[in-house]
């Protein structure tokens, strides 16, 4: 770009108010502070004298361009954030965007040349603790490597030594200029006694040692709070949770489990030391992958559900008594996760909580009941599972204690007493109370508060069988689909609220209701015997009778144009379902793979290549996580059985196209973009969407895709990696919804159940 010149002016907007440059200068502290910076952009300079790597650290934005590169940003000021950047011999330029933060906590940035051109970064280390006396397997850590070279570093190995004892961890693939978190073990079977120890992490290239670091790791007691690291599956980082072990074990029983998700800024392992040990149960925090992450939505959601399982493998909870509580963020959590998951809980306790991440701070508490203009509209329906209040009837599936102290300036107390109105409409079994004075935290009462624990002793999860009425709703089946006895497996129309509404009578063999938005419902008949014939009436229909053939059976049943039949297990390989549902977010989920282009021109590669390295950094910094990129080229499919793939570039540009996206209705190339019978022309449209991988049944493809280099930049604008933010399961646009927003949006819609356009729900103008 040109040197920006003060008072130019960049836009004008649809009030008559210009954007324009402007002269600003550092601090004392070397920082650069003001209200333009708070979404705005900072224009810096760096003169080389010659071509070189550097290491970039800029500190309190969302993201910047470095020479033209996308690069993530530092948007909490965290610090540890290191990016290797080449330097071309004179002049570099940074484009900065601040945050909402940035007028306040400043814009830092600075260029360091490293001492190797491979480095380990421990300052943002995840590690165990080792719990003493227990027999040690093999542990988990994690730290960052640095490749500042423009090559990708293959053949790596971590040595670990703790105390004598040594391990050897192979190490993924680090692409070229740029950082990866990656894993390795370590054993601690010579620790014997509680304190901190230094184990010391090398890392080797044909055995060669390229750096080496030191790393603390504490070792506790076994009744005293601690972390433990796991491999994730949802995108094989090493992640952890945080325990607040139970305070004394009984004979014979098993403990009750207690999930606590935290608020913002705050680290699982804090969360669990805010809790004084139970003598009746174990406190268990996920991190939502980071203190910050997603809000306990789409991946923080994720990450809890996968604690969740590892905590009920690891202390063998007592399956009627599981609970959930959190705190501020963790309070919207709980709320999420009560809503949408009824039946795992058998009571929930928000603290200090918001319900909806869409209505937090806005005049009323509510989201926009529908959008302004039809294409506005169908990408909100898109954040339909974020919003609980239309899901707030599931809360009856258990007990709920909201906690909120009266005095919180953060969270308003106005939504616990929203959500109070709420279930008083209907909830026949929750408490509330406000805490006289309380501010936003007052002390660990805040969330360890003994009439929540009081509360959550009367609780327990029913046994299916004695569960004889349902009220679910889910507005995706991938997400949330079954409730006691019941599930949803197909919707009629995606990501519109389903539910279903059913009283069972087993004397009279008999189950009857009503359903909204289901296309596919199965009944598990658990309680019946074999030969007993049942009578199934829905939505005031004739009844269907069903013979029970064998013990366990699970009944089918097809929502027609007109009436509901009885059929056979659906083959959801091939469907949109529980599984599988769509959504251009849902490939992201299953480990996924980036696959970036080397067929098309030079510029197409590039943008290619770095919006893939752009996204795994994002990646790395909102989710602790992971990502193998690969060149379309060395893409092979077996390689890559059953995960996600992401792909970047268009079937012009990009090798691996044509195998994972032939049959796709979308199709983009080199100057246009087909979405069914229609073409659009030009080199500025960009496009989202997915569509499922033909060699799996529960994986799919993500496409970042332009016509050109107009439109792959445009593709640069969305944060896909946003907790709640909902999109489609494809969305074309052009440049020009840079600038207009919505305006610039072609089409978006939703495939039909059988992945067709033609079934589904579309909009264009």
Not at 59 to 67: K, R
Not at 353 to 365: C, E, R
Request: proline content about 5%; some cysteine; glycine content about 10%.
């Amino acid at each position: 770009m040109k040197r920006p010149v003060e008072g130019q002016v960049v836009f004008t907007g649809e009030d008559g108010r210009s954007a324009a440059w402007r002269a600003i200068s550092a601090d004392s502290a070397n920082e650069f502070k003001g209200r333009a910076l708070a979404n705005g952009y900072l224009y810096l300079t760096y003169q080389s004298d010659r071509e070189q790597a550097a290491l970039l650290h800029v500190s309190g934005h969302s993201m910047l361009y470095f020479n033209g590169q996308p690069r993530t940003g530092d948007i909490y000021s965290d610090g540890w954030l290191q990016l290797p950047v080449q330097l071309k011999k004179g002049t570099n330029e940074l484009i900065i965007r601040g945050s909402r933060f940035s007028a306040w906590a400043g814009i830092s940035a600075k260029l360091d040349v490293p001492a190797k051109p491979v480095l380990i970064n421990k300052e943002d280390p995840t590690l165990p603790s080792i719990i003493v006396g227990t027999q040690q397997q093999p542990l988990w850590g994690a730290v960052v490597v640095i490749n500042t070279s423009n090559k990708p570093l293959t053949n790596l190995q971590f040595k670990s030594q703790l105390r004598g004892k040594e391990l050897i961890t192979a190490v993924p693939t680090v692409p070229a200029m740029t950082i990866r978190k990656v894993g390795f073990r370590i054993d601690p079977g010579s620790v014997q006694a509680k304190g901190e120890y230094t184990a010391h992490i090398s890392l080797l290239q044909k055995g060669k040692v390229l750096d080496a670091q030191e790393v603390k790791i504490g070792a506790v007691e076994p009744h005293e709070h601690y972390s433990s690291t796991f491999v994730s599956d949802i995108d094989g980082s090493v992640q952890y949770f945080g325990v607040a072990p139970q305070s004394q074990t009984k004979s014979n029983t098993s403990p009750a489990l207690f999930l606590s998700v935290h608020g913002a800024g705050v680290e699982a392992i804090g969360q669990a030391r805010a809790y004084q040990p139970k003598d009746w149960g174990v406190v268990v925090t996920p991190t939502n992958r980071r203190p910050r992450g997603f809000n306990w939505e789409d991946w923080g959601r994720l990450d809890a559900l996968e604690v969740f399982e590892l905590a009920k493998k690891k202390f063998n909870p007592d399956p009627k008594h599981i609970y959930l509580t959190g705190h501020s963020m963790g309070g919207h959590g709980t709320w999420y996760l009560g809503a949408t998951y009824p039946g795992k809980w058998a009571a929930i306790a928000p603290c200090a909580g918001y319900p909806t991440l869409s209505a937090y701070g806005s005049a009323d508490g509510k989201i926009p009941e529908a959008g302004k203009t039809a294409m506005e509209s169908l990408l909100l329906q898109a954040s339909n599972p974020s919003n609980v209040l239309e899901l707030a009837q599931n809360y009856g599936a258990g007990g709920v204690y909201i906690h909120h102290g009266d005095s919180d300036k953060v969270v308003s107390v106005d939504y616990a007493r929203q959500m109070r109105a709420v279930l008083a409409s209907f909830h026949k079994d929750f408490s509330y109370y406000e805490y006289p004075g309380g501010s936003h935290w007052f002390g660990n009462e805040s969330v360890d508060w003994k009439p929540i624990f009081d509360y959550f002793r009367w609780h327990t999860i029913p046994e299916d069988s004695a569960v004889n009425k349902i009220n679910f709703s889910t507005a995706n089946p991938a997400i949330s689909s079954t409730y006691h006895w019941v599930s949803v497996m197909q919707q009629q129309e995606a990501l519109k609220y389903s539910r279903v509404q059913l009283d069972r009578n087993k004397k009279s063999k008999a189950i009857a209701g009503k359903t909204e938005n289901i296309g596919i419902l199965s009944i598990a008949l658990n309680d019946f015997q074999k030969g007993d014939k049942i009578s199934i009436s829905l939505d005031n229909q004739a009844p269907l009778s069903y013979e029970v053939k064998a013990e366990g059976e699970t009944v089918y049943l097809y929502k027609g144009d007109s009436s509901w039949k009885l059929g056979k297990k659906p083959a959801l390989d091939t469907q949109k379902g529980a599984g599988r549902n769509g959504t251009f977010k849902e490939p992201f989920n299953h480990r996924m793979v980036f696959v970036y282009s080397t067929a098309g021109s030079k510029e197409e590669n590039e943008w290619s290549y770095n919006k893939a390295r752009y996204d795994a950094e994002v990646w790395y910094y909102r989710g602790n996580g992971a990502v193998d990129i690969v060149a379309d080229k060395d893409f092979k499919p077996a390689a890559f059985a059953d995960r996600g793939v992401i792909l970047y570039g268009n079937a012009t540009s990009n090798r691996a196209w044509k195998g994972l996206l032939g049959k796709s209705p979308i199709q983009a190339q080199r100057g246009s973009l087909k979405v069914g019978d229609k073409v659009y022309k030009g080199d500025d449209l960009g496009a989202y969407f997915m569509w499922p991988r033909p060699d799996s049944e529960v994986a799919s493809v993500a496409v970042i895709t332009g016509t050109g280099l107009k439109g792959m930049q445009a593709a640069d604008a969305n944060q896909y990696f946003a907790g709640g933010s909902g999109f489609p399961d494809y969305m074309v646009f052009t440049l020009d919804m840079l600038k207009k927003g919505l305006g610039g949006v072609k089409a978006a819609g939703f495939y039909g159940n059988d992945w067709s356009l033609e079934k589904g729900q579309q909009v264009k103008q």
